[in-house]
């Protein structure tokens, strides 16, 4: 990314954490952590693969 602050990055990335965990609470489940939401969306795009999309 060009021109950002990593601070801002930061709190961004908490807030969306924040986000889905009151959606989490909200369907009576137990909230994730921060370690848990990266292992998540790393086993998603191991999944998912490669994509075959060509700019």
Do not use: D
């Not at 939401?37 to 060509?54: D, W, Y």
């Amino acid at each position: 990314m060009i021109g950002y602050e990593y601070g801002k990055y930061l709190a961004a990335h908490k807030q969306q954490l924040s986000w889905e965990n009151q959606k989490i609470r909200e369907a009576c489940a137990e909230p994730i952590t921060l370690t848990k939401a990266r292992r998540r969306t790393k086993t998603e795009h191991v999944r998912k693969g490669p994509s075959s999309t060509v700019l």
